[in-house]
């Protein structure tokens, strides 16, 4: 039997939408699922739409989700010669003919035929024409004009369409440029790709390519064709509904893990599981079990699987992670150890790494604004000696670590008789400037000595006078 291959093939007109990194994703286990090849192939015949950018972001992306190819990236512009040599034995074996319509009549045609309720295809003017008249022309795939053309979609089933309905395609432009869905057959062929996974806006383009396989003798590949991505509203998910591409949610903090969980889920499921390591998907996951129907796109989903992760990835890779985020907002120089111990209290509360960096603002200032109506409740005068109080003992102890820090509000409560809500709120407020936050004495041990005696002491100033502190 031969080997499985598989192959994502986006053109670079863009960045990669989510709907597209779920083909790839799909594509990829399928291939690594079944021990085959997975082909990276990049259909830039679009040259006025493509860019090296759009490349790049591209395998940015890719590399981001951990999706690794096996061969390529092959160019669909660095293959030119091959197509134009395949468009020639079309036409020199009579299944492709030149066609010398100008566009401006094929205009007119298809004014004509929609006027009289007719589908504005390709009358085939051309199509048994015997002289070659010295103008320009495009080359036209000679389709079958009766039967039918049908598949076993993987994942559709068995799907039929009426070879009535479709049209001569062109395959070669005037300008002798090969046209998309001939490229993409001669490719799949070239790179021997035994199964073809795509979204399903390219169904209708499969007929025609399976009648070019035919008509140059190439087996036909199987077919998987993998609903669309909706919004919640239940349209083609667009920027309408906020980001559409894997890079921005890389850069809003999310974790390729989740990204890749998410994305499988979206379509496919394995029972009532929700979380799936990629070895798990490598197991289970099987495109026959992919969903006829559309999948939802939502954000909120997508957060409570990136949440799991922040709280179970291991701490050293988040440390690693969150890095870049607090260098892009001038944090630098932090060490490993004081950026771990940060995350030990933020990461049960924040969904995505921009949102604990956002959490973590008070660790990270040398001052913080405190809240007018937490202080209003707090910061009252009878806290003014007790925060005072507190700054001296703390200032005293020899070493600033979470049990030295929480002795001294024992201390402190029991001499005063005071429940811990009493000292601690107070001390929130003072040192977070509002009435949320991780445990007191984990805050005050990763804000540190100085920066927490110095808080506490200008709360203190601050009550009876102005509730704001910088």
Same mark, same amino acid.
């Given at each position: 039997?031969? =080997?499985?291959?598989?192959?994502?093939?986006?053109?670079?007109?863009?960045?990669?939408? *989510?709907?597209?990194?779920?083909?790839?994703?799909?594509?990829?286990?399928?291939?690594?699922?079944?021990?085959?090849?997975?082909?990276?192939?990049?259909?830039?015949?679009?040259?006025?739409?493509?860019?090296?950018?759009?490349? &790049?972001? *591209?395998?940015?992306?890719?590399?981001?989700?951990?999706?690794?190819?096996?061969?390529?990236?092959?160019? &669909?512009? =660095?293959?030119?010669? /091959?197509?134009? !040599?395949?468009?020639?034995?079309?036409?020199?074996?009579?299944?492709?003919?030149?066609?010398?319509?100008?566009?401006?009549?094929?205009?007119? $045609?298809?004014?004509?035929?929609?006027?009289?309720?007719?589908?504005?295809?390709?009358?085939?003017?051309?199509?048994?024409?015997?002289?070659?008249?010295?103008? +320009?022309?495009?080359?036209?795939?000679?389709?079958?004009?009766?039967?039918? @053309?049908?598949? =076993?979609?993987? *994942?559709?089933?068995?799907? @039929?369409? &009426?070879?009535?309905?479709?049209?001569? /395609? *062109?395959?070669?432009?005037?300008?002798?440029?090969?046209?998309?869905?001939?490229?993409?057959?001669?490719?799949?062929? !070239?790179?021997?790709?035994?199964?073809?996974?795509?979204?399903?806006?390219?169904?209708?383009?499969? %007929?025609?390519?399976?009648?070019?396989?035919?008509?140059?003798?190439?087996?036909?590949?199987?077919?998987?064709?993998?609903?669309?991505?909706?919004?919640?509203?239940?349209?083609?998910?667009?920027?309408?509904?906020?980001?559409?591409?894997?890079? #921005?949610?890389?850069? =809003?903090?999310?974790?390729?893990? #989740?990204?890749?969980?998410?994305?499988?889920?979206?379509?496919?499921?394995?029972?009532? &599981?929700?979380?799936?390591?990629?070895?798990?998907?490598?197991?289970?996951?099987?495109?026959?079990?992919?969903?006829?129907?559309?999948?939802?796109?939502?954000? !909120?989903?997508?957060?409570?699987?990136?949440?799991?992760?922040?709280?179970?990835?291991?701490?050293?890779?988040?440390?690693?992670?969150?890095?870049?985020? /607090?260098?892009?907002?001038?944090?630098?120089?932090?060490?490993?150890?004081?950026?771990? $111990?940060?995350?030990?209290?933020?990461? !049960?509360?924040?969904?995505?790494?921009?949102?604990?960096?956002?959490?973590?603002?008070?660790?990270?200032?040398?001052?913080?604004?405190?809240?007018? $109506?937490?202080?209003?409740?707090?910061?009252? %005068?009878?806290?003014?000696?007790?925060?005072?109080?507190?700054?001296?003992?703390?200032?005293?102890?020899?070493?600033?670590?979470?049990?030295?820090?929480?002795?001294?509000?024992?201390?402190?409560? #029991?001499?005063?008789?005071?429940?811990?809500?009493?000292?601690?709120? +107070?001390?929130?407020?003072?040192?977070?400037?509002?009435?949320?936050?991780?445990?007191?004495?984990?805050?005050?041990?990763?804000?540190?000595?100085?920066?927490?005696?110095?808080?506490?002491?200008?709360?203190?100033?601050?009550?009876?006078?102005?509730?704001?502190?910088?």
């Amino acid at each position: 039997m031969p =080997q499985v291959r598989s192959r994502f093939a986006p053109s670079p007109t863009g960045y990669l939408h *989510i709907g597209g990194a779920r083909t790839a994703l799909f594509s990829y286990l399928f291939a690594r699922g079944k021990a085959g090849a997975f082909i990276l192939r990049i259909e830039d015949t679009d040259r006025a739409r493509s860019t090296s950018e759009s490349v &790049q972001a *591209i395998f940015d992306s890719l590399r981001w989700l951990r999706i690794d190819w096996d061969e390529g990236p092959f160019f &669909q512009s =660095q293959r030119s010669d /091959l197509y134009k !040599e395949r468009v020639r034995d079309l036409e020199r074996r009579e299944r492709a003919y030149r066609c010398y319509c100008s566009a401006e009549e094929l205009a007119r $045609k298809r004014e004509t035929a929609l006027r009289e309720g007719r589908k504005p295809s390709y009358d085939r003017t051309c199509r048994n024409r015997t002289d070659r008249p010295a103008g +320009p022309f495009v080359i036209r795939f000679r389709a079958a004009e009766f039967g039918e @053309t049908a598949f =076993q979609d993987m *994942i559709k089933g068995r799907v @039929t369409f &009426q070879n009535a309905e479709l049209d001569d /395609l *062109i395959i070669a432009r005037s300008d002798g440029t090969p046209t998309y869905n001939f490229c993409v057959v001669v490719d799949d062929h !070239e790179m021997a790709i035994t199964h073809v996974i795509r979204g399903e806006d390219h169904l209708a383009n499969t %007929p025609k390519q399976i009648q070019l396989y035919e008509a140059m003798n190439y087996p036909v590949p199987a077919f998987a064709h993998v609903p669309l991505i909706l919004g919640l509203d239940r349209t083609r998910l667009s920027k309408r509904h906020g980001a559409t591409s894997v890079t #921005a949610y890389r850069d =809003q903090g999310f974790f390729p893990e #989740a990204m890749i969980n998410y994305l499988v889920r979206l379509g496919w499921s394995y029972g009532d &599981q929700e979380i799936f390591s990629i070895t798990e998907l490598l197991e289970k996951f099987a495109i026959e079990d992919v969903g006829k129907s559309a999948g939802v796109f939502d954000l !909120e989903k997508l957060s409570w699987v990136n949440s799991h992760y922040m709280k179970t990835l291991p701490l050293e890779r988040l440390v690693g992670d969150v890095r870049p985020f /607090l260098e892009a907002r001038g944090h630098r120089g932090l060490s490993e150890e004081w950026i771990a $111990k940060m995350l030990t209290t933020l990461r !049960e509360r924040a969904r995505t790494l921009v949102e604990l960096v956002d959490h973590a603002s008070y660790y990270l200032g040398d001052a913080v604004a405190i809240d007018p $109506k937490a202080s209003g409740k707090f910061l009252k %005068p009878e806290t003014r000696s007790l925060l005072l109080e507190l700054a001296e003992r703390l200032g005293s102890i020899p070493s600033w670590d979470t049990g030295s820090i929480q002795a001294v509000f024992e201390a402190i409560m #029991a001499e005063r008789s005071l429940g811990l809500g009493k000292i601690a709120q +107070p001390v929130r407020v003072a040192i977070t400037g509002g009435t949320a936050s991780p445990g007191i004495f984990e805050v005050l041990e990763v804000v540190g000595r100085e920066r927490s005696l110095s808080r506490l002491r200008h709360a203190a100033a601050t009550i009876g006078g102005s509730s704001a502190a910088g």
